[in-house]
């Protein structure tokens, strides 16, 4: 088993710098949420520390206050703006398990009785449908 080092390169490193657009709903000192391109339901919601690591694994114990308390606070608004039943909270580490963007991330989807999840890294959503739900995600987030 080896461990791989953080790559600066990442695409949620050049998120966090401003390089590449994001749908963003929710930023303070600490952390960032914006929408997943490639939803797996309406809604698909990223959560991601500032703080460089790669996933859970090498990340300082200091990161996950301030990222689970967010991930609540972003569970709570998608459930409330998509009206949905449920939500799903996942987080990958490594390629056995799926994970593709080596930047540590929390996956928040809204769930809906009886709707199965989409596929992982399925298909690319339409930029206004992702705008319209950060809109809405960014209201539940400010009232
Ligand atoms: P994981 O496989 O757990 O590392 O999740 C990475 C997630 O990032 C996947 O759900 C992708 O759909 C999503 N993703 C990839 N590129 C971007 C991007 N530029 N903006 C937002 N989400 C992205």
Redesign the pocket.
Known sequence: MTEAAYDTGN?FAK?LRGE?P?HRVYEDEAVVA?????PQGPGHT?VVPKAPSRNLLDAAPSTFGPLFSTVQKVARAVRKALNADGVTVMQ?NEPAS????YHL?V?VIPRFDGIPLKP??GTMEKPEVLAENAEKIRAALGS
């Not at 914006?34 to 490639?38: Q, T």
């Not at 799926?98 to 963007?101: A, K, L, S």
């Open positions: 695409i998120i590449i994001s914006f929408m997943d391109v490639m990223l990958l799926g994970q593709t963007v991330h996956h992982h890294t």
